[in-house]
Structure formats: structure tokens, C-alpha cells
């Protein structure tokens, strides 16, 4: 990706004909630093694995067909004391030997079946790139090839540059949420919009101040009816993209601490896409250490349940983005006004506190009574995903208390009956002895036996 590579925006194919993307692949290494991945391994990363996440992402509406030379090339020159391996490189000293690699591709740089051409250079030279040519080193994941690739079909950099030039972490405004930002996954909806690779029938197009409620389906499935949301005042470029992410298809290598659901992005087109023109809302702000920023959209979708954000409210424009109910890997989702945002965040809080109150009743042993909290706890969920918020709150408190009072069930114990048959049973209520009581009465029954026993012995010896 970008956050560690130079780039620079590559003239995109018309996207309305490409089926196919062309790039070439050269492996370069230099007197003094030899290559440590072998070429069958770079061949699967540059070749392989972005031939089959674009099939994948574009849903098969676009192939990236690769070109790898073979083996690795040696370049006659040292780098190992050259300023080429951070982000502020000597630019004098990197044109020196990306001229090097480029005078041995000769022809080959001039071809225009390629897209893009990769020279990928040994050890940990910084990214960086030229018109149609990107340098890349041996340790870039197949990601850094599928970005660069990204620029080529039409899409810019979703991270800052400015704060990237200060050293700093550069994924403020999407972050994992897509591959031109600083994510290892699939791409946003608006991105996919850009590349008309969401069919126009998948998008809903809501106008501020409307209602309505929706089912979208995991942005993965093109099959899906509904993929993306768009809600706006006048241009759907100026608004909020709701879609929804699931670890399916190019979303399932992102990160295991990431938190899956309602993702809402926020869309400017007045805007740098770099600088603040698409960024995502996060549903749990400022939630990570501050040392971790690229942690910090781990958990920005939206979600139903505990410790999850059921509503985006903005008062100013009196509008609400609400997750209703999860259906497999799809979200049912209401547009309403603030107000509406308000009791929904209310209804879920308040069936949250029920699931508590039933799972300290269960904890307790307190069962009696717990089945009718349990039903008005299934009205609550129910009334809640049909936006129904009221009666959701009304069942929920409803179900609080009647799992505060249920109580422990009577203790049973089980006697048989009858003379000629051992079949018949009667339950009875067993009385509760106290402790206190059944131990002694216990050492005290023991004593007399002794007694006893005593006593029987003597009379024995006197007999005889």
C-alpha cells in the first residue's frame, strides 16, 4: 500500500471497456544487496494473488493478467550506503538506479499492451513511482501491487498525503475499510461506484428527509439486491454511502480484530479524496490507545447488541442511520430522522440491560418465572426490528423485572409407592432440616449404638 510507497496517480483505462489490465513485472537485484524471496515466491505474489483478488473484488468485471521476466536481474551498482530506504529518499540517488533498471528493459518499457510496469528491486528500497511505472521491493505484499493496479483502472489514494509527509499515520480518513487506503481488504462502496462495478440496480438512492427502511446485503455478494445506500440533499456526491462488510471474499484477510457490520462513510465530492473527501464514521470514536492509530477503524461499523452503536445521528441535517437486525450476512437498516436515531439507541440499551437481568437470574438459580421474562425478551427484539422503539423499551423494562423477581425453583424429591409393584412414584416436598440440627442428632444416634454394644459384650462374658 501507499502508507509505505510513493504514489503518483496513473492515467486511468476507461473503465466503461476494460475487461482486462496488463502489467509487467521485473525483479532487480544489486552488487552488494542479493534478492531473499525466490522467484516462484515473487511470481505468486505479483501474478497469482492479484490476478485473483480482482476477480474477485470486481466481481469477475475485470482481469488482471500479469507478465512476470524471469529470474532476477543484477544491477551493476551498490545501494547499501545510498539514501533509497525511507520515505524522505535521496531523490538524486534513486534516479540513479531506477535509470539503471530501466535501461535493461529497453523496449519493453515502451510496449503499450501493459498498463503499468512493476520493477521490483531486492531488500527494502522505498516504494515510489513514475508516469505508468511503479518501484516496488521484494517485501510488498500482492496489496501494494493491486493498489498500484487501482490507480490504473481510475481510483486515487484514500489516505493523507500531508499527514504522510509529516511521518505520520496517514489512514485518518478510511483506513482498513479499503485497498486505496491502508486496507489488506476489498474496496469501499463509494469506490466501487467510481468503477461502475455496483450495478445501478444495487444502489438505493435516498433523498434527505425521506424514510425508509432497507435490506443490504455484504458488499462481497453480487448477487445481492441492494449493496450500497446513497442518502443525499442534491448530488449523490455530497452525502453518506451506508454499506455493509462481512468477512467474505476479499474482506475476509483483514485483520481477525477487526469488527464487522454497518459501514457509513461520508462523501464530499467538493473535496481531496486524500485529504478528507471520503472518510468513514466511526461508530466508537477515539475508542484505541492513541499509540495505535491504524487501530482506531477497527471497530467503526455499526452494529445491534452489546458494546455495539446502533444509530449514526447527525441533528444538524435531523437525519438517523439505524441498524435494525442482522440476517445472515445482511443488515436491515432504517433511514429516519434524529429523533428516531435517539429511541433506537434507547430500545438496544435497554434490551441489552434485560439480557443481564435474565443471564443473573440464570446465574443465580432464580428459574421460576424466567420463561415469561424470556418471552418478553423475544417482543422486545422483535419490536425493535420493526423499528417498533417504544414497545421495544416497554418489553424490555418488562422483562427486567420479572427476571429481578423470578425465584428458586422448590427443591423435589421422588418416593415409591404400593406393596406389589415398584412402578408408581409420588412427589412430595421434602421438609429442609437445618445443619445445625442433623449433625448432632446424627453423632448423638452413634454414641447410643456404642452404648449399645457395650452393653451386650458384658452380658456375654457374664454368661459364660
Known amino acids: 500500500m501507499c502508507v509505505f510507497f510513493r504514489c503518483q496517480q496513473l492515467k486511468p483505462v476507461s473503465a466503461e471497456y476494460v475487461r482486462e489490465v496488463r502489467y509487467l513485472v521485473a525483479l532487480f537485484e544489486f552488487e552488494d544487496l542479493n534478492h ?46 545510498l539514501d533509497v ?3 524522505t529518499y535521496t531523490r538524486g540517488a534513486m534516479e540513479m538506479i531506477d535509470n539503471a533498471a530501466l535501461s535493461q528493459l529497453g523496449p519493453m518499457l515502451e510496449a503499450r499492451e501493459y498498463g503499468i510496469k512493476f520493477i521490483v528491486y531486492a531488500g527494502r528500497v522505498w516504494g515510489h513511482a513514475r508516469p505508468a511505472t511503479a518501484f516496488m521491493n521484494e517485501f510488498h505484499s500482492a496489496v501494494t ?40 481488504g476489498g474496496l469501499c462502496s463509494w469506490s466501487m461506484v467510481k468503477l461502475d462495478w455496483i450495478d445501478k440496480q444495487q444502489i438505493v438512492d435516498v433523498k434527505e428527509g425521506s424514510e425508509g427502511v432497507f435490506l443490504i446485503d455484504a458488499i462481497a455478494n453480487k448477487s445481492a439486491k441492494v449493496l450500497v445506500v446513497r442518502i443525499y440533499r442534491l448530488v449523490p456526491s455530497e452525502g453518506y454511502y451506508v454499506e455493509v462488510r462481512e468477512r467474505l471474499g476479499a474482506d475476509a484477510n483483514m485483520d481477525r480484530r477487526i469488527r464487522m457490520g454497518v459501514l457509513i462513510l461520508q462523501v464530499d465530492g467538493m473535496l481531496d479524496p486524500r485529504e478528507g473527501g471520503v472518510v468513514v464514521i466511526d461508530s466508537h470514536p477515539k475508542s484505541y490507545n492513541p499509540n495505535t492509530p491504524s487501530a482506531e477503524f477497527y471497530d467503526a461499523p455499526f452494529s445491534i447488541g452489546r458494546n455495539e452503536t446502533v444509530a449514526f445521528i447527525n441533528r444538524v441535517k435531523n ?13 436491515k437498516v432504517k433511514v429516519g430522522d434524529a429523533v428516531s436515531g435517539e429511541k433506537a439507541i434507547e430500545a438496544n440499551d435497554a434490551i441489552v440491560k434485560a439480557e443481564d437481568a435474565i443471564e ?11 420463561d415469561d421474562a424470556e418471552s418478553q425478551l423475544d417482543k422486545a427484539k422483535a419490536a ?7 414497545d421495544a423499551v416497554e418489553f424490555a423494562k418488562l422483562t427486567t423485572e420479572l427476571a429481578n423477581i423470578a425465584t428458586v425453583m422448590p427443591t423435589t424429591v421422588t418416593t415409591v409407592t404400593g406393596t406389589t409393584s415398584i412402578t408408581g412414584t409420588e412427589s412430595t416436598i421434602a421438609p429442609t432440616v437445618p445443619l445445625n440440627i442433623v449433625i448432632p442428632a446424627i453423632a448423638v444416634g452413634g454414641i447410643l449404638v456404642a452404648v449399645g454394644v457395650l452393653i451386650t459384650l458384658r452380658k456375654g462374658k457374664k454368661t459364660t
Open 36 to 81: 531473499t524471496k525466490s522467484f516462484e515466491e515473487m511470481r505468486s505474489i505479483a501474478i497469482d494473488q492479484v490476478q485473483a483478488y480482482y476477480d474477485q473484488v470486481s466481481y469477475g468485471k475485470v482481469k488482471a493478467i500479469g507478465h512476470i521476466l524471469p529470474g532476477w536481474r543484477k544491477l551493476p551498482l551498490g545501494v547499501k550506503y
Open 85 to 87: 530506504f525511507r520515505w
Open 145 to 184: 501491487y493491486a493498489h498500484e493496479l487501482g490507480h490504473v483502472l481510475g481510483l486515487p489514494d484514500l489516505y493523507s498525503y500531508k499527514l504522510a509527509e509529516q511521518n505520520k499515520y496517514s489512514g485518518v480518513n478510511v483506513g482498513p475499510w479499503d485497498l486505496m487506503g491502508s486496507g489488506p
Open 319 to 331: 437525519l438517523s442511520i439505524m441498524v435494525l437486525s442482522k440476517v445472515g450476512y445482511s443488515y
Open 360 to 370: 443473573k437470574a440464570r446465574k443465580e438459580s432464580r428459574l421460576k418465572g424466567l
Open 384 to 390: 425493535y426490528g420493526e423499528a417498533m422503539f417504544k
